[in-house]
């Protein structure tokens, strides 16, 4: 058996109360033992300008550096407005503009909400923007894991009480290890 992937987790919202932290934190919790899960905060950042490019904060390049270490990234969003938050989105923007660590890089979208389907829009959004150039992520195609009804969805210490919900999130977890197995093989091909 080889070396545990390396995963890094992005929790993609600013804000102190999320259930997109809470979900990362689940995952942690239900694939830490297959994997080395590290989990991202990007709330203290600061929002994305050109005129910091000539010193670039070093909280950025830390951000950066870990995820061109990592193997794959997952990245949780919530919607807001039909699209993904302004400090997600100001955090990709560093890292398309200081750094380029998405390159090629295997990324995983999940989402939490408080209705039914709230992160549809923003993981639609969120694959549009890891596609763009400059960005050039390899989003693990055909797996969306959205959590419904997220205020209702957790015990008391965090894990997910929905058994079919946790199927479903092993399954594309399983879909994006097998992703990321795959990218690694295709790189070997091509070196």
């Known amino acids: 058996m080889g070396e545990k992937k390396h995963l890094l987790a992005v929790v993609g919202n600013n804000s102190s109360k999320s259930y997109?932290?809470?979900?990362v934190y689940a995952m942690k919790e239900l694939f830490g033992n297959d994997v080395d899960f590290v989990i991202q905060e990007i709330k203290d950042?600061?929002?994305f300008s050109e005129d910091l490019l000539d010193d670039v904060p070093a909280a950025v390049t830390t951000i950066a550096q870990r995820i061109e270490q990592a193997d794959g990234v997952v990245l949780a969003t919530c919607e807001y407005d039909h699209?993904?938050?302004?400090a997600l989105k100001s955090f990709i923007e560093w890292m398309s503009s200081a750094y380029h660590p998405f390159t090629n890089k295997p990324v995983m979208i999940v989402g939490a909400s408080l209705g039914i389907q709230g992160t549809v829009r923003a993981q639609m959004n969120l694959r549009q923007i890891l596609d763009s150039p400059g960005v050039n992520a390899i989003v693990v195609p055909g797996n969306e894991f959205m959590l419904p009804r997220a205020a209702a969805a957790f015990t008391e210490d965090g894990q997910l009480k929905d058994e079919h919900s946790v199927a479903f999130l092993k399954q594309c977890f399983d879909n994006f290890m097998a992703y990321i197995d795959i990218n690694n093989s295709s790189r070997l091909v091509q070196n």
């Open 45 to 47: 950042l600061p929002l």
């Open 20 to 23: 997109n932290r809470k979900l």
């Open 83 to 86: 699209a993904v938050p302004a």
